[in-house]
C-alpha cells in the first residue's frame, strides 16, 4: 500500500523439502510435511511419487493448502514414496518451469530431486554442460544437479549422484527419490538443514523438525554436514563422500528463517531467540516502560529481552494475518494516506509510554522507518529499537533472496545514520558475539567460525564461481536459480 | 484432518460493515477498512459504491485482499460514496446470493444495505411480506429490512427505513446508502458495535475502530444503541427513533470476537482481554512453571495471568497461520497420524513443565482435547487449563454462528466432567462477576444485566418470534440468515 | 478483425426454452434439449429443477457443452422435473442476473419460469410494481412476470398465473415449473414458436422439434397461439385464457432462426429455405456459371436457388467453425490485412466464373461488402447478390437482437444505393409475397397478414407500451429485457 | 453420449505448423495462421517468437480462439519472427509438456522447432541420446530432434540441423527459428504437406494455403519433398540435403484432413473430393431419390457424386457445430435413449425415400452404424452407404492419430459383413485405382506408388524402427510421440 509494501522488505528463505520412503498415502504425507514448512517458501510447491512402476509430478503456484491438499491433485501423485518441495519464488519469466522438484528419467531410471541452498557455481557448470549439448527446461541449479547425474560416467547410480555432487560449490541440502531408493545430501559445510525423522518405520528427510510433528513422526537425527543417507528396502547407509570440513551451518536460520518450534542441529529456536533477547536487554540497557515485539518474528527476543529487562512484555502492536494474494494499485489519495495492511499500533496501551521495540533485523529500513512513525503516532514518548542480530551487510549466496549489497540499508549507513533514518530515540543491534553467545558458543572462533554469517560479516565460506570477475555483484538467487 | 478439523470448533462472529461518504476512491478505502475487519467474516465480502447517477455491485467469496484488491473490480466500482460487508459464511446453498450488501432499485431510488447481527423475527416478517406479494432472492435477514422499505407506506426515505427498523427484532448494526444519504443504525440494546470516523471531513461507519486506523482516520464516537446517524450533504444528522432502553453490548466481543486493537464502547479490548486474565489468576489459583496460550485469541489472557501470577509468560504452542482453503480428504492411514495442521508444541518449552493453558472459551471441547494431549505429548507433567470466560451455555441469536445447544459441551456437562473430557489436571472457567470485573463493572447487575451474556447465562435479551414453539431451538444463523 | 468482425452484423435469435416433467434424470435431459437449441443463444444458459421438495437452481455463462455437461452441474439438480433456457445476451452489467430461468419462492411455494420473445410493455409494469414495493433483482421482463403472479389477488396458482399473462404485451412462449405442475404458453398471436413432445410418457415443452429428436422423443403437437397447457400427475389440461385473435407467426424463424431439421407451425423449415430459394431464381433470373451460398445460413436457399435455374450449386466459400471466445485486438498493421477469420473464398472453384451469392439477409451491410470484396478478389467475373427475404427495414421487439432502425441498412439506402455499397454486379431481394408464397400461402394478406413481418414491413401486430413517446425508438431488447 | 460417442470415431490428423519472419507483430499473424489451421488439431497449441534479443514461449491448452488471442498472451510474445504449432491430443499425462513448439537455449543459441508428421525411430534415437546423458523433458519426437541439434558434432547451426535430421526416418514437415534465420523442412518423401507464402515481403511457412489465404498472402510454392528452405536477412536458400526419392504424398489429405479450400501440392482438395464423388458415382451406381451427405467431410465428395448421378443433392442430416469440451456421464435412462448430439435427419427430405449417404471414411464403424439407424428411423426406404475412399485397413504412423489395426473395421471385415454391420442395403468404397484417378493420376503405380497410401494397403514407404521386433504393432501415436 505504498510503493514498497511491507512484505517487500523482508528476508526469504528460498525452500523447504521433505520426503518419505515406504508408507501409505506417501504424497498426503509430504503435503502435510510441506505445510509445516510454508514458511520457508509460499509461492509454488511441488510433489513427485512413485507407484513402483511409475512416477508422477505435480507443480502448482500458491500456498500448499490450496493446492496439494485437494482430492484431485493428490489422486494424481499415488505411490508409496515421494518427495516435495517448497519455495518462494516463481519470478523470473519461467512460471512453473523453476518449480522442484525436478524429474528426469535418465537411462539408468527414473530420478527426481529436490534442493534447499543454493548452487554457487551453477551457471558455470551449466554453460559447460550446454557446450556438450545438454538441453536445459529452466534456470534453476537444480537442473544443473540432474543433469551432471544423467552425464556421469558413473556406473551405478549413488555413484553418479557423489560425481554430480562433487562437482558443486555452495549450499545444498537435498531430497533425492529413484526407483529403488530414496537420498539425501548436506553439502559439506552443512550450510542448510536437513533432519531425519521416522513415522512408524517409514524413513522422512525433512529441512525442519516441525514437519515431523505435525504428523507425528519421531525425530532421529540431523543429517550431518557433507553426509550422504542413501534410503532402500536394506535400510539406510551413510556415506561420506567428500572431503571433510569444518561445518557453517547458517545463524541466520536461528535468527528468522526457521520456525521456533523446531530444533535444529540440537538447538531449540524458540530458546535461541529468547537467549538473544536476554543478550540484547544486556548489550543495550535502556530506560523504557514496555517491551513490544514487531510480530511475528520479533516476539520471542522480546520475550526473553523483557524477562531480562524486568520490564512488562506488551502486544502492544497487533498483526492482522489475513494477507491475500494482491495489493490494491494504490492512487495518489490512498498513498498520502498511510496504509497499514499488516500491523497497526495499539494506542491504548502505547500512549504516553517509553517503548523498547523489538524486531529480527533491518533489511531496507522501510519498514523500521513506517513501525516507528506508526508507533510514535499512537503517543510513545520515546521509542528505541533493538535489533535481534548484528548489522544486515551482505547478501546471501546460499538461498535466501536478498537485495543486492548497495540497497542493504547497514551497507551503505552508520548506525547513528541508520537510527536517524528511521526516526529512533536509540538503535542497537546485537553484536555478533552477542549472538554467538546466544548459540551456546562462547564468541565467534574469527579464524574458524562456528556459523556462515556471511550476511553479517562479508566471510563467504565457499567459492562464489559464478560472480567472479563481476563488477557488481548480484546474488544468483535473483536469476531464479536457488532453491 | 480429523473428522472434526480444528477451524470446526470456534465461534465465529458473522459480520463486519463498514462505509465512507463522500471521498475520492471510496470503494478503495472500503476495500482497505474490511481488510481491517477480517477477523470478523472471512468467507465472503461486497461492496457498493454510487458515483453519483448509479450504484455499482461487487460480491466475491474469499478474503478481501485475493478479491476486492484487484485493479479491475475496483474499477467496476467507481464513485465516492461506498459501504461494504465482510461475512463468515456462504454455505446454505445460496452461493453468492447472501453476501451483502444487498441494493434494490426502489421506487425511492436505489438502496444498500449490509449488517452485523441477527434479525430474530426475519422468518416471521418475510412470510407475511410474501403473502403480499415480496419476492426474496436470498434467505439473508438484510433482505427482508430491504423489502419493509420497498413497501413501506411512509413517503419519505428516512421514515420509511424507521418504519421498517421498527418491525425488527434482536441485533442490528446497519450502514445503508441511498443516492444522498449514507446512514448507520444500532438496534435499540446495542448488541453489536458500530463506530462513527473521520478520514479528512468524510465520515466513515464502521463495526471496529481498527478499521480507522488503517487508513489514519480519526475515531469521533461510538454509535449510541438506538440511534440513526443520518449522513448527507448537509453533514450529520442524528435521530433516535425507537423507545429508550438500557443498553446491552455484547460482553463476548471483548472476550473473543473484537480485535485487541480496538477499543469498542470506551474500553480497549486488549487491555481488557489482560484484565480478564488477571482475574482469572486471582480466581483460580494454581502452582505451575509456565503460563503458556493457546495462540492466538489466548495470547492477551495468558499475558494478564502471568503478570499477575507471577509465572513466566512462554509461547509454548506454535501456531501455523498459512492455511489453506482445502483440507486433505483424510484416508485411514493418515486419520490415525493425529495431525496438527495449525498447533504445535514446543516440546523443548514444555517438557518437565507443570503448565498453565490459556483458552477464551470451550465449545464443542474437541480443539481443548487436542491441545492437552499434544501439550502432555510434549512432556508436561500437569496441564491446567484455564478459560477466560464462564462456560458457553446457551446458543448465540444475535449474529455468532453457535453449534445448537446441545452439541456445547458446557450443556451438557459438568466442570468436573468437562475436566475428564479434555484430561486436564484442573480446569477453571472465569465467574460471570470475574468477567464483569474485568469491563469495570462491579459485577452482574442481576435485575438489569449491563451486558448480554446469553451465551452464558440464556437470559436473552429481546423476544426470539421466530424461535416461538419451536420444540428444538436452532440457531436462525443456520439458516443462512446472520449477518 | 476489423472494426466490426463479422459476427457483429448478424441478427441474433435471444431465446430457446426446454421443459420435461417426470422423467429420471431430468435436468440431463433439459441438458440435451437445450444443447440442441443452441442456435437461438449461446451465450448464457440456466437450469431449473424440482426434486420432490426443493428446487435447484444453475446458471452459467457459455455454450451447454462446456458448463452443463459437466458431472458436478448436473449433480446440483437431482429430481424429475426441469426446465431450462439458453440466451443470446448476458450484456447490460448484470452478468448472470439476467439469465433465466428465473425462480421466487411464492406464499404459494416454488415457481420458476423461462420464456422466449419479448415483453413490449415490461417496463411500464415494473415501474408501477416497484411503486406498490416490489424489489426487482433483475432487468429481465420475465422477471416482470414472476413479479405479476407474486402479487396477483387470484386464489390459485394457475388463476394467478392467467391473471399475470394478461397484464403482458408482446411475443412470449413461456415454460414454467411450481411443485405440481408444468405449465407452457404461447401470446396471443403465436409469435415464437413452441411445441410439445412426448419421452415415453413423460411431456416436453420445446422451442422447436429438433429438441425433440436429439433425445428421441415423439413430436406431438404445437402449442397453439393464446394456449396455455398445464401439465400435472393428472394429465395436459388446455386453457385458452386470452381472447382470441388471428395468429402472427414469426416469419423470420423460417427464413434464419430456426434449425432446418426442425418443423414448425407444420412446416418444414429446411424445405421452405428451398423453395425460397426457388422463388428468388424465378423472380430475379441472371445469366451465371455457379451458385455460392454463404455459408451456412445460404446454404438451403442457394441449393433451391441451383435446382430452379438449373446452374451448379458449389461450396465457393467455406466457413472456419473453430470460432473461439476471444477476438484478436487488432493493430494497424493487422487491420490493413483484411483478415478473414470465418469465411474463405475458394479460389479454383471461383476463378473466371459468373457467381450467384445466396444469403439469407442483409443486416448492416458490412458483412455482405466483405463477402463480396473476397469472391472478386478470388477472380469471379460477375458477383449477383440474391437475399433470401426482403429488405429488413425496422427493429424486432419480439424478442430478437436488431440494431436500431437508423443503423439497418435497408432502412436508409434503395436497392440501387445498396448494390453499390456492397459492389455488386446485381442485387436482389426476395418480395414480400415471393416469401409468402414459399410458406405455401398465395400472398400477403394486406389487412389480415398470416406472419408478423414487422422486421420488413414495420407493420407491428401489438402495442409497443415501453416505446411511446420515445422519439428515437430503440429496441427493448438492447436494455437487456429480452428472452 | 454413448460409451463410445461420436467424436471417437475419427481420424484425427495431428498437427498444423506455421511460422512468419521479420513482420510486425509476427505472433499475432502467426494465431491467424493457426486458427486457420485449426482443423489440424484442436486440443493445444503453441507460438514462440524472437525480439531480437530473446525468445518468449507460450503453450495453451484449448482452441486458438479462446487462448491465443488474448490480448495478455499475445503482449508476452514480443517480436518479429514467430513459429506456431496446434496440435490434436494433449492426453499421455504429459499436460502441457509435449505442446510444441520446443525450444531450448543451445550453446549455439536459442533454437525452437515445431513439426507436423511422426518420426518412426524417435524412441530408438531417444534411448541412444539419454545413454549419453541427454534428459527430455517431454514424450514427444519433436524434442527428440532438438537433442540431435544439441548434440550433433557439426560445427555451424544449419550443418547441426542436417546432422540431425539425417538420423530420422519417417513424416516431418517441420518449421524452426533461431535468433538469426527461420527454416522449413520436408521429409525425402514429402509425405506432410509444407508450403512457402509471403506477405508484403515477410516470407511464410504454412501446412496449408487456407492459412495464407485467412491473413491475404500469396502462396509462393509448396517446399518440395525432401527440401531445406533456410530464411535469413539474406534471403532465401533452398537446400536437399537428403538422398533424393521419389515422393509420396499422403492422399488422405486430400480425402479428408486438408481444408477443401486449400490447394496442396498444386491440387485443389474441393475439386478432388467433388471428382472423388464422380469417381464413385461411376463405379458403384445405384438407383436412388436423393444424394445426403454425412457433413461437414462428406459434403463436397456428395456434391460430385449427386452432379455425376444426376440426383438432387440434399441436406438430408443436419450437424450441430456447438460442440462444447465436456461430455454428459450418461446414466441408463439417457443412454438407452440413444442421444444424438452433433448428428440430426431431416425426416421431411428422408421419408420415403432411398437415400445415397456420402461418408469420407469407415474408422471403427460405431458412427456410420448410428448414423445409418437415424436415416433409416427417418423413413429411408433404402440406405446405400457409399465411402469416399477404399477401406481404412492399416495404422497411419505418420502423424495421424489411427486405432490399432484391430479396432479398423475394414481389417476384420469384408466388405458384404461390414454392410451387414452398419446395416444398409449396399456399401461400397472407392476403388483404390478410382482415387488415384480423383488426383489425375491413370492410376496407382504398383512398382512406384505415386502417394503414401498405407492407411489403405499396408505399404509403409519408410521403415518402422520402432515398431520393429513388436507382436502387436501400435501406433507411436498413442504413445503421444506424434505431431
Known amino acids: 500500500m505504498d510503493e514498497t509494501p511491507f512484505g517487500d522488505d523482508e528476508l526469504h528463505e528460498e525452500c523447504g523439502v521433505f520426503g518419505i520412503f515406504q508408507r501409505t498415502d506417501a504424497a498426503a504425507v509430504v503435503t502435510l510435511g510441506l505445510h509445516a514448512l510454508q514458511h520457508r517458501g509460499q509461492e509454488a510447491a511441488g510433489i513427485v511419487s512413485y507407484d513402483g512402476s511409475q512416477f508422477h509430478v505435480e507443480r502448482h503456484a500458491g500456498l500448499i493448502g490450496d493446492t496439494f491438499t485437494k482430492q484431485a491433485v493428490l489422486e494424481r501423485l499415488p505411490g508409496t514414496s515421494a518427495i516435495g518441495h517448497t519455495r518462494y519464488a516463481t519470478t523470473g519469466g519461467g ?24 548452487i554457487t557455481n551453477a551457471l558455470t557448470v551449466q554453460r559447460e554442460l550446454q557446450r556438450r549439448g545438454s ?54 559445510l552443512g550450510i542448510r538443514p536437513l533432519v531425519l525423522g521416522d513415522l512408524e518405520g517409514s524413513p522422512i528427510l525433512a529441512s525442519e523438525t516441525c514437519a515431523l510433528d505435525i504428523i507425528g513422526a519421531d525425530f532421529v537425527r540431523d543429517i550431518e554436514p557433507g553426509e550422504l543417507v542413501v534410503i532402500s528396502e536394506d535400510g539406510i ?38 537467549k538473544i533477547g536476554g543478550e540484547l ?21 522480546a520475550i526473553g529481552y523483557a524477562q531480562e529487562a524486568g520490564l512488562p512484555f506488551e502486544l502492544g502492536i497487533i498483526r492482522n494475518h489475513y494477507v491475500g494474494r494482491t495489493f490494491i494499485q494504490p492512487t495518489d489519495s490512498i498513498r498520502h494516506m498511510g496504509v497499514k495492511l499488516k500491523h497497526n499500533a495499539n494506542r491504548r496501551m502505547i500512549e504516553g509510554k517509553r517503548v523498547v521495540l523489538v524486531d529480527d533485523s533491518i533489511v531496507r529500513g522501510t519498514t523500521s522507518q513506517k513501525i516507528v512513525q506508526m508507533v510514535r503516532e499512537a503517543g510513545a ?36 545514520e541508520m537510527a536517524d533514518f528511521i526516526k529512533v530515540d536509540s538503535l542497537s543491534f546485537l553484536s555478533i558475539d ?36 563481476t563488477e557488481n555483484v548480484r546474488p544468483l538467487s535473483l536469476l531464479g536459480g536457488a532453491g
Chains 1, 2, 3, 4 share one sequence.
Not at 445 to 456: H, R, S
Open 135 to 188: 538441453i536445459f527446461s529452466s534456470t534453476s541449479d537444480t537442473e544443473t544437479i540432474l543433469h551432471l547425474v544423467a552425464t556421469s560416467a558413473a556406473r551405478h547410480f549413488v555413484e553418479k549422484l557423489i560425481d554430480a555432487l562433487s562437482r558443486l560449490e555452495g549450499a545444498f541440502s537435498l531430497v533425492g527419490l529413484s526407483s529403488k531408493k530414496m537420498v539425501g545430501v548436506r553439502d559439506p
Open 237 to 274: 547407509e551413510s556415506i561420506f563422500p567428500f572431503q571433510a570440513r569444518r561445518p557453517r551451518f547458517c545463524i541466520f536460520e536461528y535468527v528468522y528463517f526457521a520456525r521456533p518450534d523446531s530444533t535444529v542441529e540440537g538447538r531449540n529456536v524458540y530458546e535461541i531467540r529468547k
Open 434 to 469: 552477542g549472538l554467538y553467545r546466544a548459540t551456546d558458543e562462547p564468541s565467534r572462533n574469527k579464524l574458524a567460525p562456528q556459523f556462515c554469517d556471511a550476511c553479517f560479516t562479508g566471510d563467504y565460506p565457499t567459492s562464489l564461481t559464478d560472480q567472479d570477475g
Open 95 to 118: 512460471g512453473l518451469r523453476n518449480v522442484q522438484p525436478f524429474f528426469a528419467e535418465l537411462s539408468a531410471g527414473g530420478f527426481a530431486v529436490a534442493h534447499n541452498g543454493n
Open 381 to 416: 514518548t520515546e521509542v528505541h529499537m533493538r535489533i535481534a542480530s548484528p548489522p544486515t551487510r551482505a547478501s546471501c549466496f546460499y538461498g535466501v533472496d536478498t537485495p543486492e549489497k548497495a540497497k542493504l540499508l547497514a551497507s551503505r549507513m552508520t548506525i547513528e
Open 281 to 301: 536487554a544486556r548489550e543495550s540497557h535502556v530506560e523504557a516502560d514496555i517491551v513490544v515485539p514487531v510480530p511475528d518474528s520479533g516476539v520471542p527476543a
